[in-house]
T-cell receptor
Framework: DTAVSQTPKYLVTQMGNDKSIKCEQN?????MYWYKQDSKKFLKIMFS???????INETVPNRFSPKSPDKAHLNLHINSLELGDSAVYFC???????????????FGPGTRLTVL | EDKVVQSPLSLVVHEGDTVTLNCSYE??????LLWYKQEKKAPTFLFML????IEKKSGRLSSILDKKELFSILNITATQTGDSAIYLC??????????FGQGTRLTINP
């Protein structure tokens, strides 16, 4: 009964390929996020969706495209992978947009992407 | 530029010691400050602090926020080897954006 799940857990691929990472949450949350954690363990937000609508889009190359088919899913598609894309990608979710009780973000287990 | 700075970056202590981890921030549209513990995989939520001066406690862990001086501390008393992890401080901004610090790597030796 994992709350926030991601697939795959590990992804090894060649430069130039296109790949997708899937995220699902069964918490009934309205908001989902993608974060990137680099080799120095620094976590940085990439995107946020609320009820399938994009609300945060940080300075991320447009090779990265999030897709939210419904509010329980937020997938990350990456085109033309580059060496610098190697990192751990975390999905997270939170209950909503307003109010203290809705602010806590819960993280998935992460996907370690290695680009060769 | 919004930033969250944690100190120390790394800390090694013996089991039973008490540790204090620091987090200072300069961000716009502050909503709350969160502490996470990251072991091998996903960050797991510890505390969320919104009001100044109110201590939050969970077992041997406690945390407090000072919104005037823009910092928070996380205390761990009677440390155990299972407390070894990276502790992440993050500030939540207006539209649900979490800005993370670089983390403190805590190692507890038996």
């Amino acid at each position: 009964d994992t709350a926030v799940s991601q697939t795959p857990k590990y992804l090894v691929t060649q430069m130039g390929n296109d790949k997708s990472i899937k995220c699902e949450q069964n918490l009934g949350h309205d908001t989902m996020y993608w974060y990137k954690q680099d080799s120095k363990k620094f976590l940085k937000i990439m995107f946020s969706y609320n009820n399938k609508e994009l609300i945060i889009n940080e300075t991320v190359p447009n090779r990265f495209s999030p897709k939210s088919p419904d509010k329980a899913h937020l997938n990350l598609h990456i085109n033309s992978l580059e060496l610098g894309d190697s990192a751990v990608y975390f999905c997270a979710s939170s209950p909503g947009l307003a109010g203290e009780s809705t602010d806590t973000q819960y993280f998935g287990p992460g996907t370690r992407l290695t680009v060769l | 530029e919004d930033k969250v700075v944690q100190s120390p970056l790394s800390l090694v202590v013996h089991e039973g010691d008490t540790v204090t981890l620091n987090c200072s921030y300069e961000v716009t549209n502050f909503r709350s400050l969160l502490w996470y513990k990251q072991e091998k995989k996903a960050p797991t939520f510890l505390f969320m602090l919104t009001s100044s001066g109110i201590e939050k406690k969970s077992g041997r862990l406690s945390s407090i926020l000072d919104k005037k001086e823009l910092f928070s501390i996380l205390n761990i008393t009677a440390t155990q080897t299972g407390d070894s992890a990276i502790y992440l401080c993050a500030v939540l901004q207006g539209a649900q954006k979490l800005v993370f610090g670089q983390g403190t790597r805590l190692t507890i030796n038996p």
